[in-house]
């Protein structure tokens, strides 16, 4: 039977002291109901951090829902091309779409309660909500995307209703556009509790090397990523031929995605084409619910790359840190806010930079420690779950003005 | 006797639309966003680095040294003081001296080629009662050592620019009503500017117990 877990699940792992913050933050708000609208209960990073914190929220008695909006299959081919496009792709989007878009959130509007103090609508899906905001309600727009350079037309249009509301919040300073309203900072975060970042029993890591045959008697560098050229899992096996001049070491790149992504299943096969017969490469085309394994991989590895080209948040790389182990990133996106460069880990600009950090790392086990020792602490006090509460509660406050 | 109340507090990160590119750009902006911005880049740095210590302990130097790549002008920024004796429009003033006479050395304008731009941003600090208190040196220890160290930056950071009070609220407290006047001189003196706040609490304790 799985027990519970309360926000004071988290006191032994939160930095001394923020349990208790949290505690007082939320006497602030007593009797104060919040709501959250997303587009979906099941798969993708939001509807991930939502099933973790709405049962905080509750758990901390401030009265929380859930609700997600309906859509038909041309709404949600709609709001998969507002996606694209709002981050830049050129995408086809009809009126009847646009129309499509307003219909289906009029529709879903007309079946959710919108009575809370503060709500909190997740990304472009249920923007249009805003025309039934209750007067006194405080509505905060929530862009989990990169909305820095999108397709005009359909920024134009989205515009409109996030310009309606109290403030938005964006997950970087770059991700966010130029609006009237107060723009927020709310960096994503990782659950320690959770299957991907748990502590694990010695025995069970060892029993999942074995499972892949991965050796145990070598230094492991590994990426956590799904199978897409931003990732740059070619350059990773780049950086990794030119350590292996030097060092012994394996690599192993853990990712999914190629399965239902035909793109992915090509990066996939250039990646095996790559790696030839190197049996010290393991190329493991994993399903999304690996979260045990990833766990596992993470806490056997010596090093952790995320040597991506072009990122969003990334938040594998905080998961890497987690474990206590110094990661090497490319220096792009939110990879750059969650490695202090030389004191986490590295951030790199070129295979050749990789490459070198690594060696530098395996040659200094006393400087890999000290940044595997450091990039947990980071984490803790940045990027975890406790500090995402914290943030929305402070943010509650703020717009209610209590 | 009066008790010490000790108050954390959060921050709220607000963006504000701007960003530089260059050099030329970053002074244009210190000289027109509000001061709270000022602040924000300055000091609260260290709420964001509650446990390690960054490259510099401001984000203006920072950026000069990490994405700019000018580590003439990053030396320079790291080396003004957060606290100015007028506030921080002094330190506003102080910012744009330095970087306008290094650009007057300079042909080309140093700015970001791989690097990333700089975001202007301001900070809310929304103040946070902890319910722990402390009467006596040894109850102060104890509740410094466990509480959250956002309580250190609100009494040693927030007390000295944002409340005016140009002192700490921990030295005041333990002058004022504890009538340790040596072991305040001796907080007052330390030079906050450049540990972490963990590093900071771990200095602060030293101090007190050796009073105990």
Same mark, same amino acid.
């Given at each position: ?42 798969? &993708? &990073? ?28 041309? /709404? ?20 009847? =779409? /646009? ?127 799904? /199978? ?92 890497? =840190? ?6 090497? &990133? ?33 040659? $200094? ?8 020792? $450091? ?20 943010? =509650? ?6 | ?9 959060? !921050? ?76 921080? !429009? ?107 706040? !963990? ?11 050796? !009073?105990?």
């Amino acid at each position: 039977m799985k027990t519970e877990i309360t926000i004071d699940s988290y006191r032994d792992i939160a930095p001394k002291g923020t349990i208790d913050l949290i505690y007082n933050l939320v006497n602030r708000l007593k009797g104060r109901s919040l709501l959250h609208v997303n587009s979906t209960k099941l798969g &993708g &990073g939001v509807a991930e951090m939502l099933l973790r914190l709405v049962p905080l929220f509750n758990n901390l008695g401030i009265q929380t829902r859930w609700e997600i909006i309906q859509g038909t299959p041309l /709404f949600y081919q709609t709001t998969k091309s507002f996606h694209n496009a709002l981050q830049g792709q050129p995408q086809i989007i009809t009126d009847e =779409m /646009f129309n499509e878009y307003k219909k289906v959130n009029q529709k879903n509007a007309r079946n959710i309660s919108f009575d809370s103090d503060v709500a909190i609508i997740h990304d472009p899906q249920p923007a249009a909500f805003i025309y039934k905001k209750p007067k006194k309600a405080k509505w905060l727009w929530r862009c989990h995307i990169d909305v820095s350079r999108p397709n005009r037309k359909v920024w134009n249009f989205l515009r409109e209703y996030v310009a309606r509301y109290d403030g938005a919040i964006f997950s970087l300073p770059s991700f966010a556009q130029k609006l009237a309203i107060p723009q927020f900072l709310v960096y994503p975060s990782i659950d320690p509790l959770s299957d991907k970042n748990k502590e694990l029993p010695r025995a069970q890591i060892n029993s999942v090397l074995d499972k892949y045959a991965i050796p145990r008697d070598k230094p492991i560098i590994l990426q956590v990523s799904r /199978f897409d050229r931003f990732k740059d899992p070619l350059g990773v096996i780049k950086a990794y031929e030119l350590v292996k001049k030097h060092n012994e070491c394996c690599l192993v790149l853990a990712g999914g995605g190629a399965t239902d992504d035909p793109e992915g299943l090509q990066v996939l096969n250039e990646v095996k084409e790559a790696a030839g017969n190197d049996k010290d490469i393991f190329v493991l085309d994993l399903p999304p619910d690996a979260n045990l394994e990833i766990n596992a991989f993470q806490r056997a590895a010596t090093i952790i790359l995320q040597k991506s080209v072009k990122e969003g948040f990334g938040l594998t790389v905080a998961e890497g =840190m987690w474990k206590g182990k110094p990661v090497i &990133g490319g220096a792009v996106g939110g990879i750059n806010v969650q490695i202090v460069y030389g004191r986490t880990g590295y951030t790199v600009n070129s295979i050749e930079g990789c490459a070198y950090r690594i060696r530098y790392l395996l040659n $200094n086990p006393l400087a890999l420690n000290e940044l595997g020792e $450091n990039a947990k602490e980071y984490i803790r006090r940045n990027f975890l779950i406790t500090r995402h509460l914290c943030d929305y509660l402070a943010l =509650m406050i703020k717009m209610l003005n209590i | 006797m009066q008790e010490f109340y000790f108050t954390g507090c959060m !921050e709220i990160k607000e963006l504000l639309g701007q960003k530089a590119e260059d050099e030329q750009r970053l002074m244009e902006l210190i000289e027109e966003v509000p001061s709270d911005s000022i602040y924000c880049h300055m000091h609260s740095y260290f709420l964001r680095h509650p446990y390690i210590a960054g490259v510099y302990p401001n984000d203006f130097a920072t950026w000069v040294v990490v994405q700019v790549r000018d580590r003439v002008l990053g030396e320079k920024l790291a080396e003004v003081s957060p606290y100015g004796d007028k506030g921080i !429009e002094d330190v506003r003033i102080r910012l744009i001296e330095i970087i306008d006479d290094h650009l007057s050395q300079i042909k080309v304008v140093p700015g970001v080629v791989h690097g990333q731009p700089f975001y202007f941003m301001q900070s809310k600090i929304i103040q946070v009662q902890t319910g722990v208190k402390a009467g006596s040196l040894s109850e102060f220890c104890n509740a410094l050592r466990d509480i959250d160290t956002s309580a250190v930056y609100n009494h040693v950071f927030e007390a000295r620019i944002r409340d005016r009070k140009g002192r700490s609220d921990f030295s005041i407290w333990l002058e004022e009503v504890l009538g340790k006047k040596d072991l305040a001189d001796k907080i007052e003196s330390i030079d906050s500017y450049m540990y972490s706040l !963990e590093g900071l609490r771990a200095k602060l304790l030293d101090l007190c117990e050796k !009073e105990l």
